[in-house]
């Protein structure tokens, strides 16, 4: 494989954790209770989307092409998800949120320690940063 390809499928893992965080997201929203909690929430589902669509664009923008679907690992782990949190109080949900928040990070730093042009670097760099601060939201609702 050549450099461009290895860029590609790095941004692509990146892509797919923004959309398992997505997925894990409209299962923690249904299962809140506070609205308070609920719209914060939704506010960091929302980011995710939003680094969704950056990486996409920039995916298409440097010749490849996303990978716009869950896949056989994210679904996975969306069941799993569900079966971990059954009818969880909210506390637990926070939890659970902050959990995948810091999986989502450390890959994140595990694509930033790849290959990436500077270019490739500073967009996957933003990423990570949201990510970080969608973790200080979820600390604040301890």
């Known amino acids: 494989m050549d450099n ?12 797919q954790g923004e959309y398992m965080a997505i997925e894990s997201f409209n299962n923690f929203i249904n299962r809140l209770k506070d609205k308070e909690t609920k719209t914060i929430f939704q506010d960091i589902q929302k980011q995710h989307r939003k ?3 950056i990486l996409a664009n920039y995916i ?8 716009e679907n869950l896949g056989i690992k994210g679904k996975m782990g969306d ?3 569900n ?3 059954g009818s969880s109080l909210d506390h637990e949900v926070i939890s659970k ?9 450390n ?9 990436l042009d500077n270019e490739s670097r500073n967009v996957a760099g933003q990423i990570l940063q949201n990510d970080r601060e969608s973790i200080k939201k979820l600390e604040g609702l301890r």
């Open 4 to 15: 461009k390809t290895d860029l590609i499928n790095s941004l692509n893992d990146l892509l």
């Open 107 to 115: 890959m994140a730093e595990k694509v930033l320690r790849g290959n």
């Open 97 to 105: 949120a902050i959990e995948g928040e810091t999986k989502g990070v």
């Open 60 to 67: 298409q923008n440097i010749g490849g092409r996303p990978d």
């Open 51 to 53: 680094n969704a669509e």
């Open 79 to 81: 069941i799993m998800l």
């Open 83 to 85: 079966m971990e949190l």
